[in-house]
């Protein structure tokens, strides 16, 4: 599959002379102080005037950020497709390395699994050796102490058989599933935010639900001149 990617030129638009309004209009909102009708009415005409110049530059740049948005989206779209087979074979491999390497390492703990069970075998048949011993030489009680003596368990540790690949390294990654939602406890719980949004967006000032405040913000828009 061919892709064909136009060549763009992207000219910055002159933001000159809206810089200089822009400029203007943050020292007159900085120095303006609401506390009078006549001021409230300054303000408003302020709002209206940065409406029309956001709008302004918005227009300025929708042709070279849509020209940029369609160049970038051509140049993804080439790399995701020379990318693809070389991902897919990476995670083919990895796949079959992982699941190699897990069951190599499940070998490895059944025999220390199996090892672990001889030793602890054997030191207990040892210990009893040793009480059978006291008891024939007399001492009944030096033998029942033998007897109650805990038996250390033994260390045994199976070094793994699976080589280390050069410039491949594999890291241990913990997950989860839930197999029963109603037992996990209320840490690990998290409020439905958007559930609970829709509902106070709903009610207004009737919504009401325990453990959760609900408040309103005033959102002040503007039209242009």
């Not at 918005?58 to 991902?87: C, E, I, W, Y």
């Amino acid at each position: 599959m061919e892709t064909t990617i136009a060549a763009t030129t992207i000219i910055p638009p002159d933001t000159g002379e809206l810089a200089e309004q822009g400029r203007s209009i943050v020292a007159r909102a900085e120095a303006l102080a609401v506390d009078s009708p006549d001021s409230l009415e300054l303000a408003g005409t302020g709002l209206r005037e940065i409406k029309t110049v956001r709008q302004q530059i918005k227009a300025l740049f929708d042709q070279p950020v849509g020209l940029a948005h369609k160049a970038h989206k051509a140049m993804v779209a080439a790399r995701n497709t020379l990318d693809s087979g070389p991902a897919m074979a990476e995670a083919m491999l990895k796949r079959k390395v992982a699941t190699y390497q897990a069951e190599e390492e499940r070998k490895r703990r059944a025999e220390e699994d199996r090892l672990r069970e001889l030793a602890r075998v054997e030191a207990e048949e040892r210990q009893l050796a040793e009480a059978v011993a006291a008891e024939a030489a007399g001492n009944t009680e030096e033998a029942a102490e033998i007897i109650a003596e805990p038996i250390a368990a033994p260390v045994v540790v199976v070094a793994p058989a699976v080589p280390k690949l050069a410039g491949v390294s594999t890291r241990e990654t913990w997950k989860y599933r839930i197999v029963d939602e109603s037992k996990i406890p209320r840490d690990y719980m998290m409020p439905d935010d958007k559930k609970i949004g829709a509902y106070a967006r709903s009610m207004k000032s009737k919504a009401s639900m325990p453990g959760v405040e609900f408040y309103s913000d005033s959102v002040i828009s503007a039209r242009s001149n």
